[in-house]
């Protein structure tokens, strides 16, 4: 069974916790976290550009000039796209970006992502994570306690909290999530992942299954 470094508010470090055969014992395969990771990323865009093609834009509906005995090329339309303020040739139009990604598969790349960063050691758990008031020096404290003041890193809350958010707002390269409501191209560059028990009891309901 996993194990994770536990840590207090203050950043020290209390003992070890058991992790999740279920949620960080499984290791899928790099193709299966791709393929999430583009249909999120995708599932941001909305896909409502448009640019009008020589049959929307206005004007030109009749011939220029006539076709024969003018010395010059023939044409049928002012708004043609070789034109100025012509039609657009192949521009995008509105279209769905969202590829088609299972429940399975999708839930199989989180369990990935979360296993490869529990061996690496970058998952740290904290029993309770909450400070007296909102100071970023709070925030700045506890990382510095557990060494990882300089690192890019991902913070997991099982609740909202504005003190903690707030406290860790400031800090650059700190990104503060509710579990499960997170994104994986948001921790897959995370060097480090701090959660509390109750945000990885959360991620084993909903991901576990």
């Known amino acids: ?7 207090n508010a203050q950043g020290q470090a209390i003992g070890e916790v058991e992790l999740s055969d279920r949620l960080f014992g499984v290791m899928g395969k790099a193709g299966t976290v791709h393929r999430a990771v583009v249909a ?3 599932h941001l865009r909305q896909g409502t550009h448009d640019t009008k093609g020589r049959a929307e834009v206005r004007g030109g509906g009749r011939k220029p000039w006539r076709q024969k ?6 044409q049928g339309s002012i708004r043609a796209p070789h034109w100025r303020k012509g039609g657009t040739v192949h521009g995008p139009t509105p279209r769905d970006y969202n590829p088609i990604v299972n429940k399975k598969e999708r839930r199989l790349a989180f ?3 979360l296993a ?4 690496n050691g970058a998952l740290l758990v904290v029993n309770e994570l909450n400070f007296p008031e909102i100071k970023t020096k709070h925030a700045a404290t506890m990382l ?6 300089n690192e890019r890193v991902l913070v997991l809350l099982h609740e909202p909290n504005e003190v903690v958010y707030k406290s860790f707002r400031n800090l650059p390269n700190v990104l503060v999530r509710i579990a499960p409501a997170f994104a994986l191209h948001e921790i897959i560059p995370a060097r480090r992942v701090i959660a509390t028990q109750q945000a990885l009891a959360k991620m084993e309901e909903v991901w576990a299954q």
Do not use: C, F, S, W
């Open 1 to 7: 069974m996993p194990k994770a470094n536990l840590y």
């Open 111 to 113: 369990r990935t992502v």
């Open 69 to 74: 005995h003018t010395g010059r090329a023939r």
């Open 116 to 119: 490869d960063k529990a061996e």
């Open 144 to 149: 510095k306690a557990m060494g990882i003041e």
């Open 40 to 42: 999120q990323l995708a």
